[in-house]
């Protein structure tokens, strides 16, 4: 079994900062990719951010500047800093961690149960 759990979210005023976390638990044997995806009412998940093992990074257009994704690979944990947040920020945030469970299969991915970020004044 693996488990991820979000923490972090909440009500913002715009141009405050939010940190997400991500913790990965269970029987894992290897994470490679990590992320954050996110969805606003109405709309599509999209992905805001994601790290490879290395440390590589990608970002959206839209939060390219304000957000930062990082990793602490000692503790299967993924964060992502998010300054100068807007409204248009608001969404369900969803941690995606690509990993291989112990057992033998293959890499898969798993989703986090989401938590909600509200940017309004």
């Known amino acids: 079994q693996v488990q991820l759990v979000e923490s972090g979210g909440g009500l913002v005023q715009p141009g405050g900062s939010l940190r997400l976390s991500c913790a990965a638990s269970?029987?894992?044997?290897?994470?490679?990719?990590m992320g954050w995806y996110r969805q606003a009412p109405g709309k599509q998940r999209e992905l805001a951010a994601d790290?490879?093992?290395?440390?590589?990074?990608n970002y959206a257009d839209s939060v390219r500047g304000r957000f930062t994704i990082s990793r602490d690979n000692s503790k299967n944990t993924v964060y992502l800093q998010m300054n100068s947040l807007k409204p248009e920020d608001t969404a369900v945030y969803f941690c995606?961690?690509?990993?291989?469970?112990w057992g033998g299969g293959v890499y898969r991915d798993y989703w986090g149960q989401g938590i909600q970020v509200t940017v309004s004044s």
């Open positions: 790290i490879t093992s290395s440390g590589r990074t």
């Open positions: 995606n961690v690509y990993l291989l469970p």
């Open positions: 269970g029987s894992i044997a290897s994470i490679n990719n």
